[in-house]
Every structure is written in C-alpha cells, then in structure tokens.
C-alpha cells in the first residue's frame, strides 16, 4: 500500500513543494521525476511482490495415465487406490 501511495502521490506532491522556489523547484521535480520513474521500474513490482510462492493450481492426473513407476513410488495401485 505505501509503494503504490509514493507511485501515485510523490511526484504531485513534490511538483506543488516546488512551486514557489523558482531555480531550486526544477532541481526538485527532476529529482522527484527519476525518483518516481524508479518507482514504476519492473524491479520496484518484483521486490514488492508477497514473499510467500504463489499457490500453483494442480490439477488430478488419472492414474491411467501416470506411469506405473511414480504410482509405487506414492503407494498407490495401479487404479489410483492407496495401497494398505
């Protein structure tokens, strides 16, 4: 939340700071532009990504077509059914 309010709000807020201060006000919005520009790089959206691995949706394999291999190795027969 507060990435997303320095990308929306950092540059107006530095472009309204800078308005009375006429030769030091286009140091201060140049600044503020290459800093906001640094907010929106594709780096800034991967370093504020959740930390946690997002979910993978998996789907169920028949056992039909897992090999048999791989159903020994998990204890199941060759009908998906747990091995007891």
Do not use: C
């Amino acid at each position: 939340v507060t990435l997303w309010g320095l990308r929306v709000a950092y540059l107006p807020l530095a472009v309204w700071a800078a308005w009375d201060r006429w030769p030091n006000g286009f140091l201060i919005v140049g600044l503020a532009a290459a800093i906001a520009g640094l907010l929106w790089t594709r780096a800034a959206f991967q370093a504020t990504r959740d930390l946690e691995p997002r979910r993978v949706h998996v789907k169920p394999v028949l056992p039909e077509m897992a090999p048999a291999e791989i159903l020994d190795h998990a204890g199941y027969d060759e009908r998906g059914r747990k091995r007891s």
